[in-house]
């Protein structure tokens, strides 16, 4: 995922993805102790993007405290 795609979803939408991706993570840890995970890039990929969900949604919080 992009970072232009992620700034582009709402607050709520943020919090629904980043609800989805942790999930997702816990998933493919599972998957990757029970030797079923084929693409470990995978787990790689999913960091990644929790992280830049949570970047944006700090971005997002500074900017209202800095109009304050």
């Given at each position: 995922m992009?970072?232009?795609e992620i700034r582009n979803f709402s607050d709520d939408e943020l919090k629904a993805e980043l609800e989805r991706l942790s999930r997702h993570?816990?998933?493919l840890r599972s998957?990757?102790?029970t030797e079923k995970l084929e693409d470990s890039?995978?787990?790689t990929k999913a960091r990644r993007d929790i992280?830049?969900?949570l970047t944006v949604s700090r971005q997002r919080e500074t900017a209202v405290a800095?109009?304050?």
């Open positions: 992009k970072i232009k993570l816990f998933d998957q990757s102790v890039t995978q787990i992280a830049r969900i800095a109009q304050k």
